[in-house]
């Protein structure tokens, strides 16, 4: 069982930055390999975000692209989410997700974006975006 605590969300204001963080713990490293960040706004669903795998290899939703970078440090488990120029729109609830038995992008790269892909999820951090 693999558990997993985000955090580094906060309050910030529109063209700001933040960098949120997901911990893994539990489980080997092939279950916490590939990796996204969902996010959820009040009254909607869950939506993804961005996702990488164990080769780095990575994707994005057009509206994160070019201004979210995802990374992790595979010796400390952590995957990043670095957020610049935050908009009102992305205000919401940011969570971490894994996918067992998983190496590489190729493997769900049509898939990536359903929540059904993953197995494991964090609590959540909260983002806040003002304009």
């Known amino acids: 069982q693999v558990q997993l605590v985000e955090s580094g969300g906060g309050s910030v204001q529109s063209g700001g930055s933040l960098r949120l963080s997901c911990v893994a713990s539990?489980?080997?490293?092939?279950?916490?390999?590939?990796v996204a960040w969902f996010r959820q706004a009040p009254g909607n669903r869950r939506e993804a975000v961005a996702t990488?795998?164990?080769?780095?290899?990575?994707e994005y939703v057009d509206d994160v692209k070019g201004r979210f970078l995802i990374s992790k440090d595979k010796a400390k488990r952590t995957v990043y989410l670095q957020m610049n120029s935050l908009k009102p729109g992305d205000t919401g609830r940011y969570f971490c997700?894994?996918?067992?038995?998983?190496?590489?992008?190729?493997?769900?790269?049509?898939?990536?974006?359903?929540?059904?892909?993953?197995?494991?999820w964090g609590p959540g951090t909260q983002v806040t975006v003002s304009s």
């Open positions: 997700t894994t996918r067992r038995y998983c190496y590489s992008l190729n493997d769900y790269s049509r898939v990536w974006d359903q929540e059904s892909t993953y197995d494991y």
């Open positions: 539990g489980g080997d490293s092939y279950s916490s390999s590939c």
């Open positions: 990488i795998d164990n080769y780095d290899d990575t």
